[in-house]
């Protein structure tokens, strides 16, 4: 018995036994520094949103304070989001889209996409992949509200400046363009935004030949308001230039209209429509009501988030009806 119990002592004792027990020590620490490190990387592409007050827009939060603080407010930030607690309202306005929108300078992979409310900073994660889903037209009719109502949802990431790549910058290449784009994971929809695309002959077929599966979203106004808005923010440029009904009809008498006009031709939306469906079919395209935008958007909503295959998750809960403007606006989270 003695004899056992001195060969049992001796073989745990040995320096090979000792080497592979430390070795084995070894491995599991990586493994647990490994995953610590992972989750802290996770936890820090969280939502991050403070509000920029003077500058009326939403900029992402950088990094201060201590590392323990700053990773538990933004844990506490993501769960109030995600349970939809009441909040501030925001100081976007529905229609305040397109004017403040349009970008002169050519759009770049630092300038091309912008923080905005519940987006995600993703970090080393995720890849930059060409849209599946754009929002060509029309000028005018609310498409940068609904880009900033779209925003909310977590499974869609857009660019923020227009990077009109299908009418003006198309010779840059298909590279260029994607790397305009956000990262998204695996799940997530890329979009953008540009509202000439829909009068513009050229765009149907190119955007074809990038996805002949590309889902498009046009949002569309009563023609006349439309009109009447488009023109009301030319003159805020040029002030001098004739008035709406001199360019609006070739002769007052007859009634009869100057559909040479760009505010009356995007109006047309059946002309343009034509061009579009010679390469998508009617199911690959959503009009989105301007009015309805107004009156019920997350009616409008719900119908969007349908179209792009997407769990309904912006309700009512997430807009305000501003009084004053007399437009919804977003709530914007606490913190």
């Avoid at 759009?107 to 929002?135: C, E, M, Y």
């Avoid at 923020?160 to 799940?187: C, I, N, Q, S």
């Avoid at 929809?189 to 030949?209: D, L, N």
């Avoid at 498009?216 to 023609?223: A, G, K, S, Y």
């Amino acid at each position: 018995m003695e004899c056992s119990l001195s060969w049992y002592h001796s073989d745990l004792t040995s320096p090979a036994a000792l080497r592979k027990k430390l070795l084995l020590l070894f491995a599991m620490l990586l493994l647990w520094f490994y995953i610590l490190y992972s989750c802290a990387g996770l936890c820090l592409s969280l939502p991050s949103l403070v509000y920029d007050y003077e500058a009326g827009r939403q900029k992402s939060a950088t990094a201060s304070g201590a590392g323990v603080s700053e990773l538990r407010s933004k844990l506490l930030l993501l769960r109030s989001q995600a349970a939809g607690e009441e909040a501030a309202p925001a100081t976007r306005d529905l229609l305040q889209d397109d004017a403040a929108a349009q970008q002169t300078d050519i759009p770049t992979a630092a300038s091309g996409h912008s923080q905005r409310p519940f987006d995600l900073n993703l970090g080393g994660f995720g890849a930059k992949k060409l849209p599946q889903a754009i929002i060509i037209g029309v000028k005018k009719g609310g498409t940068r509200a609904l880009l900033e109502f779209l925003r909310v949802h977590p499974d869609i990431r857009a660019v923020g400046a227009e990077p009109h790549f299908f009418d003006r910058h198309y010779d840059k290449g298909m590279e260029w363009y994607k790397d305009l784009m956000p990262k998204t994971l695996e799940g997530q929809i890329t979009m953008e935004k540009t509202p000439s695309y829909f009068v513009t002959v050229e765009a149907a077929a190119r955007i074809y030949a990038m996805s002949k599966d590309a889902k498009l979203i046009v949002v569309v106004r009563d023609p006349v308001t439309r009109a009447i808005s488009d023109y009301t923010q030319t003159l805020s440029k040029k002030p001098d230039i004739p008035s709406f009904e001199s360019l609006t009809f070739k002769n007052r008498t007859t009634g009869l209209i100057d559909t040479s006009w760009s505010a009356i031709q995007i109006g047309i939306y059946a002309k343009h429509l034509e061009n579009w469906l010679q390469y998508f079919p009617m199911r690959q395209i959503l009009f989105v009501s301007g009015e309805r935008l107004i009156s019920d958007p997350a009616g409008e909503l719900s119908r969007v988030q349908d179209f792009l295959a997407l769990k309904r998750i912006i309700t009512d809960k997430h807009f305000y009806f501003n009084q004053t403007k007399g437009f919804p606006c977003l709530k914007k989270p606490e913190g």
